[in-house]
C-alpha cells in the first residue's frame, strides 16, 4: 500500500474494538514504511492513539536527519455506533508536527 491510500484509510472511522491497533506496510516502488498504533488515551473529547511511522527502506538518510522513526498521533472523536470518526493524525518529526484533519 502507498503512503496516500494508507493515509486515507488512517482517517476513515474505526472500530473502537481494534481503535488502536494497527501494523501497516506502505510502500511506493522507491521507500517502505511501516504505520502501527498501540498505545490508547481516553479523554473527554474521545481517544488518541499513540504509535508510531518507522522508515524501512529506501530514504535518503541526509534528508531525514539519520532518523528512522517518527512519533504519530491519531485522534478520534466520541462513540457512534461502535465506531469512532477519526478527526485528524499528527506525525512528528525534525521539521515539526504535520496535520492531517478531516473535514
Known amino acids: 500500500m502507498d503512503l496516500g491510500p494508507a493515509l486515507l484509510d488512517l482517517l476513515g472511522d474505526r472500530p473502537d474494538a481494534a481503535l488502536c491497533h494497527l501494523d501497516i506496510r506502505v510502500y511506493n516502488g522507491v521507500t517502505s514504511a511501516r504505520i502501527t498504533l498501540s498505545e490508547r488515551l481516553a479523554h473527554e473529547d474521545g481517544v488518541t492513539c499513540r504509535g508510531s511511522y518507522t522508515h524501512l527502506g529506501g530514504f535518503n538518510m541526509i534528508a531525514t536527519g539519520n532518523r528512522d522513526v517518527y512519533a504519530l498521533a491519531l485522534d478520534c472523536g466520541p462513540i457512534e455506533d461502535g465506531t469512532r470518526p477519526v478527526i485528524g493524525a499528527a506525525f ?11 473535514r
Open 92 to 102: 512528528f518529526s525534525e521539521l515539526g508536527r504535520l496535520d492531517f484533519r478531516r
